[in-house]
C-alpha cells in the first residue's frame, strides 16, 4: 500500500523558515517524480513544486520561487520542502504527492501557520 | 499559465439524481501522446484529494463506475450517474500538461 506522511508543520512567524518532510513507502520512491501541493484554509489546491525523480530538475510555482527549494533522498525515500522567508499567505496544509503527470497518491498534509 | 476554470461553484444534489460538472483550460490539454492530461479529483469533508478520473476519462482503481469523466481539446465533463451520500465533497479538475500544474477552483457537491 503507498504511503506518503507528511511532518514538520507548525507555527512559524513572518520571514521565518520551516522545513517539511515526507516519508514515502509502498512504492519505488527513486521511480517517482513528487509533488508538493498546498491548500490555504477554506481554499482551493495549489500546486507549489516538483522534482524529478534523480532530483535533477525541479520546478517551482512562481510565488515561491526564491525562497522555497524542494529536494528529495532516494536513500531514506523521502521528500522535503525547505521553506524561507515565510509569509502570511504560505499559511496552509501542505501535502505530498506521487507523480508529476498523474499525481495519484496524497498524503494527509501537514499545516502551517505563518503568523507573529 | 493554464487557467482552468469550472462550473458550477455549487452544485446541490439528490441522491439517485445524475450530476455533472464542466470544466474548461484556457489551452488544449492534449499531449503529444494522444491523451489529455485532465484529472478530477474529489476532496471529502476532513481528507486528502484523491484521484478519480486521470487522463480525461480513465477512473483511478477503486472508483466506481457511476463516475465518468470525457471531453477533449479545452472543454471536460464529470458525471456522477446516480449520486451517492458519500460523493458529497469539492471536486476539482487539474491540468498536468505543463508546470505549473493548475486546479479549477471547486466544485462543491451537496445533498438537498
Known amino acids: 500500500e503507498v504511503q506518503l506522511v507528511e511532518s514538520g508543520g507548525g507555527l512559524v512567524q513572518p520571514g521565518g523558515s520551516l522545513r517539511l518532510s515526507c516519508a514515502a513507502s509502498?512504492?519505488?520512491?527513486?521511480?517517482?517524480?513528487m509533488n508538493w501541493v498546498r491548500q490555504a484554509p477554506g481554499k482551493g489546491l495549489e500546486w507549489v513544486a516538483n522534482?524529478?525523480?534523480?532530483?535533477?530538475?525541479?520546478y517551482y510555482v512562481d510565488s515561491v520561487k526564491g525562497r522555497f527549494t524542494i529536494s528529495r533522498d532516494n536513500a531514506k525515500n523521502s521528500l522535503f520542502l525547505q521553506m524561507n522567508s515565510l509569509r502570511a499567505d504560505d499559511t496552509a496544509v501542505y501535502y505530498c504527492?506521487?507523480?508529476?503527470?498523474?499525481?495519484?497518491?496524497w498524503g494527509q498534509g501537514t499545516l502551517v501557520t505563518v503568523s507573529s | 499559465d493554464i487557467v482552468m476554470t469550472q462550473s458550477p461553484l455549487s452544485l446541490p444534489v439528490t441522491p439517485g439524481e445524475p450530476a455533472s460538472i464542466s470544466c474548461t483550460s484556457s489551452?488544449?490539454?492534449?499531449?503529444?501522446?494522444?491523451?489529455?492530461?485532465l484529472h478530477w479529483y474529489l476532496q471529502k469533508p476532513g481528507r486528502s484529494p484523491q484521484l478519480l478520473i486521470y487522463?480525461?476519462?480513465h477512473r483511478a482503481s477503486g472508483v466506481p463506475d457511476r463516475f465518468s469523466g470525457s471531453g477533449s481539446g479545452t472543454d471536460f465533463t464529470l458525471k456522477i450517474s446516480r449520486v451517492e451520500a458519500e460523493d458529497v465533497g469539492v471536486y476539482y479538475c487539474m491540468q498536468a500538461l505543463q508546470t505549473p500544474l493548475t486546479f479549477g477552483g471547486g466544485t462543491k457537491v451537496e445533498m438537498k
Open positions: 487522463l480525461g476519462s
Open positions: 489551452q488544449s490539454l492534449l499531449h503529444s501522446s494522444g491523451y489529455h492530461y
Open positions: 522534482i524529478k525523480q534523480d532530483g535533477t530538475e525541479k
Open positions: 504527492s506521487r507523480d508529476r503527470f498523474t499525481p495519484q497518491n
Open positions: 509502498g512504492f519505488t520512491f527513486s521511480d517517482s517524480s
